[in-house]
């Protein structure tokens, strides 16, 4: 069985999209995109598609991944058209390859996230980062399902910066011409439990009392591994397109970015 | 903003840019629940420019987006709208009542999803009434929008508020918010209503709201509840309802869509992200009823039977499915067993989506035995778990009061077939309430479902069979044979269902066997006091509102109590309106309404009823004069065609 590994963003209005939505909206994509999925056996047969670490309600992305087990071989770009092209706007798919060996979930280490926050006073920001990134651990309390439950918010966060002019990716979050907003960006390490964005917003309002006056606008840009000699987060689906490249003759794996 | 007394040119009457209010939302959407059913964006959605179109109809399911999304009469009138060029049609649902709340803080506006455009700006705001537990949800609505909630209070500035649906042929509860409403179905008459409105706007709007709502009313085909007086006798019972001008029509009559094959919506079904309480492409099979159920108002108003044919019905399921990408495909109608050839739809189907992961369902709760042929067809490669018959009475004298000719025996003989086939569960539907009834009758419910059990646990050789019963509240409804009745009085129905209740625990032999699903009797006399209720009830329904009742067709959200507070600031008393049986002369706030049915044959019918007499249906049988055809210029439709269907090219 072929596999196909799909990065899709979720943009705008549809980062309001629950994991359940998109999974929906994703097996009836399939079907009118008339690709062969492959089922599971039995009474009530499941497409078989499955999902990495999906960001939560409310959070746009630009770096969704899914992958598609087909019956019949199929060719990665003319999937990521006609995938695209039964999805909603906003439900986008930006790449798709053939599956090399090795789960797609191991290689995706780390998160690069970009928070929006409208209103918020810079210089604020600024010192609350220093502060943050200076202590050795920072205790915040989530409300996970099985109740409360503090972790440590600080060792997951290997960068965390607030570039200065920065406009924010295009189309991802609300973007009120006009209005003044700070930018942070962040990578976050995947761990468990899982350090997400409002965590370190909260591990700034505990070290620095720094609080946005209006809920933040986040998006997730990248995910992958870490490539350790430049600190750099590398495309996770580089090594499926070098293995496909190499191993057999057929058109799959040129890619375009773009 | 209401109109101002001097005249305005028509080039100078321009409105404030329309904008969408979807940034001012989405600082609200962390906030709530299930925010992506605000959003929109849905798969075959459309959002046409706004300078470019000269009509504008917002288009509301008084529901949550959840139930409202699946509605079928709205999304055929939404493509069918902006089809037309200059014509736009956007949608809009209740807002739960977090996010209300938000938007009244953050003075948001009543918004449609697909362009999030204020409701106010449209020239139409369209409401489908399924049922009466809508009305407070509009009210929130109009009052998001800032539209004045009573009609006489709204200025040029303001929407035409148009009411449809089943609930729509007796508005009169309504009648003071509504500007106007429309009976029967929507198709031909929304693309002709566009048209009134385009012209007299492009006249300059000549004669201002009021013009546009004669224009509207002289076709007779469209209610404008303000033209009409209602008179009252002293006792209370309504005298007269007249028009109060020359030209009105003292009747307006219902619209009946002829040869379905010529409406084949939806074509582009709304695929929403959120998920809805139907996630399947559904298909018409056919419209009307006249099995003649008393109790039933859908059949009673829906005459005659007009059916879709099988080509159409196959056509419309194949681009259905590839334009969606639904995994369900329902084949709807009020019983859908019935159509001519259904066999051949379901085989056809059946064949065509073998091996597709498609699934096929079709409502219908006939109890015979063709009717588990057609379910055996639909599930041929998937589980059988159940299958609905509704005998709806519990013994064989009610069920003909009701006119629904089902023995014991036949339910027996369907029962024992299903379950002999490998069907485990049989679910059972009644009614409580119902006129004549006795506890005798109720208790027999639990005879039934046990020789069910007995009849099944032969047949499967397994003690492993389960059976359901389900019952709802009788509600009288308008324009139907029990328009006159007495409807039953909660504690009444509420004895009798213990009773049942008691009746299916007592029992050791059977009791696991069978599962008992009720509600309580208070809900269906609010309802009965909505559906028959004339103008006076108006001020019930916005004491309530004002009390804070939304969602009225949700039990968490629903309350008795507040109802019968608000019924009682208003000097109404509700057992008038919902225990009282009616003379047969009395004036009933509908009949001015014209739903095509001859009001002595319903009389006659109400009459029969008491006395056990039964009706056949008029498809096979000769025609009976209800009264619709000669008096709506229509017939019956049905087939068959002889025709199949044939494999598909690419699958
Ligand atoms: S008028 Fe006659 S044929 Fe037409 S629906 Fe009534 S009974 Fe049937």
């Known amino acids: 069985m072929q596999r196909l590994r799909v990065r899709y963003a979720k943009r705008g209005r549809l980062r309001f999209t629950s994991h359940r939505d998109i999974s929906r909206a994703v097996e009836r994509a399939v079907r009118r995109a008339d690709i062969p999925v492959a089922y599971s056996a039995g009474f009530s047969p499941h497409p078989k598609i499955s999902y990495a670490g999906a960001a939560p309600t409310g959070v746009a992305s630009e770096a969704e991944y899914l992958e598609i087990g087909v019956t019949t071989p199929c060719d990665p770009q003319q999937v990521r058209t006609d995938l695209d092209g039964s999805l909603p706007p906003g439900l986008d798919v930006l790449d798709v390859v053939e599956a090399g060996p090795g789960a797609l979930a191991d290689r995706l280490e780390v998160s690069e996230w970009e928070v929006r926050l409208r209103d918020a006073d810079r210089d604020l920001a600024v ?46 979050a609300a973007q009120v011409a006009g209005q003044s907003c700070v930018i942070l960006r962040m990578v976050v390490r995947h761990m468990t439990p899982a350090v997400r964005p409002d965590d370190v917003l909260t591990g700034l309002r505990l070290v620095a009392d720094f609080a946005p006056p ?45 | ?14 409105r404030m840019p329309v904008e969408s209010i979807f940034p001012r939302l989405e600082a609200l959407l962390p906030k709530v629940q299930k925010p992506i059913q605000y959003v929109g964006g849905e798969l075959n959605s459309t959002v046409k420019d706004w300078d470019t179109t000269d009509v504008r109809w917002a288009l509301m399911y008084p529901d949550a987006y959840e139930v409202g999304l699946p509605n079928q009469g ?44 204020p409701v106010r700006a449209f020239d139409v705001l369209g409401l489908s009434f399924s049922t009466e537990l809508g009305y407070t949800n509009m009210l929130t609505a109009l009052d998001l929008a800032g539209i004045p909630l009573l009609a006489a209070d709204r200025g040029e500035d303001d929407p035409i508020v148009l009411a449809g649906g089943h609930a729509a042929f007796n508005p009169e509860p309504v009648a003071e918010f509504l500007d106007a409403a429309v009976l029967g179905d929507g198709e031909q008459i929304a693309i002709a209503i566009s048209e009134v409105i385009r012209e007299w706007k492009s006249e300059g709007k000549p004669g201002g709201r009021d013009e546009l709502l004669m224009r509207l009313a002289e076709s007779g085909g469209v209610y404008i509840p303000k033209f009409y007086d209602v008179d009252y006798h002293p006792d209370g019972r309504i005298k007269r309802v007249a028009p109060n001008r020359a030209d009105v029509p003292w009747r307006v009559h219902k619209h009946t869509v002829m040869d379905l094959d010529e409406w084949p919506y939806p074509k582009k079904p709304l695929v929403p992200l959120a998920e809805t309480v139907h996630e399947r492409f559904s298909v018409e099979i056919f419209r009307g009823c006249t099995r003649g159920c008393r109790f039933c108002q859908a059949g009673m108003i829906t005459r005659p039977v007009r059916e879709r044919s099988i080509t159409t019905i196959g056509a419309m399921v194949e681009n259905g499915i590839k334009e969606s990408g639904f995994n369900e495909v329902g084949l709807l109608s009020l019983s859908s ?15 065509q989506y073998e091996g597709t992961n498609t699934s096929l369902s079709l409502p219908s709760t006939r109890v015979d035995a063709f009717n588990i042929d057609l379910a055996n ?42 379950y002999s086939q490998g069907w485990r569960q049989v679910k059972l539907y009644f009614m409580c309430g119902l006129p004549t009834e006795t506890d005798e009758d109720v208790l ?43 409807q039953a009085d909660h504690e009444t129905v509420d004895r009798r269902l213990k009773a049942l209740r008691e009746s299916f625990r007592s029992d050791r032999e059977y009791s696991r066997a069978i599962g008992f699903r009720y509600h309580d009797g208070k809900p269906s006399i609010v309802e009965g006091m909505l559906s028959r209720g004339d103008r006076r009830i108006g001020a019930v329904i916005r004491n309530v509102w004002e009390d804070g009742a939304r969602f009225d067709g949700w039990s968490e959200h629903f309350s008795y109590e507040r109802w019968m507070a608000a019924a009682a600031k208003a000097g109404v008393d509700v057992d008038w309106y919902t225990v009282r049986e009616r003379e047969e002369n009395e004036v009933l706030p509908w009949d001015h309404l014209d739903a095509g049915l001859d009001r002595e044959w ?47 090219t690419v699958v």
């Open chain 1, 214 to 258: 209006v809920p933040p606008e986040v998006t997730r840009l990248a995910q992958g591994p870490l490539d350790d000699s430049t600190g750099a987060l590398a495309d996770p689906l580089d090594l499926d397109r070098e293995t496909t490249r190499g191993g057999e003759a057929g058109p799959a794996g040129e890619h375009d970015v773009g």
């Open chain 2, 377 to 418: 067809e639909f599930s041929r490669n998937g589980r059988r778990s159940g299958l609905t018959f509704a005998p709806e009475g519990g013994s064989e004298r009610l069920r003909k009061v009701i006119n629904k000719m089902v023995t014991e025996e036949d339910l027996i003989r369907t029962v024992t077939a299903a």
């Open chain 1, 127 to 172: 010192t609350a980062v220093e502060k943050f990134l200076a202590a050795g651990t920072v205790e915040v309390e989530r409300l996970m399902k099985k109740g409360p439950r503090r972790f440590d918010a600080r060792e997951a966060v290997l960068r965390l910066t607030v570039p200065e002019g920065a406009e924010g990716t295009e189309g991802t």
């Open chain 2, 74 to 117: 709205v999304a055929i009138l939404y493509e069918i709208l902006n089809e037309l060029p200059a014509t736009l049609a956007e949608r809009t649902y209740a807002v739960w009542p977090d996010l209300e709340a938000l938007m009244r803080a953050e003075g948001v506006p009543q918004f449609t999803v697909d362009a999030h455009r």
């Open chain 2, 337 to 351: 067993a019935d159509h001519s050839e259904i066999g051949e739809v379901a085989k056809g189907l059946a064949d």
């Open chain 2, 444 to 486: 027999g419910i639990a005879d039934l479902a046990k020789k069910v059990i007995k009849a099944g646990r032969e047949a499967s050789g397994s003690r492993d069979i389960r059976c359901t019963v389900s019952i709802g509240g009788f509600v009288p409804k308008p324009h139907t044979p029990f328009q006159w009745a007495g």
């Open chain 2, 602 to 648: 319903l009389w006659q019918d109400w009459q029969e009823a008491v006395n056990g007499g039964e009706v056949e249906d008029c498809r096979w049988t000769p025609c009976y004069d209800c009264g619709v055809c000669p008096t709506m210029g229509t017939e019956i439709q049905i087939g068959p065609t002889g025709k199949k269907l044939l494999p598909l």
């Open chain 2, 1 to 14: 903003m209401t109109s101002t007394g001097h005249v305005m040119g028509p080039a100078s009457v321009g």
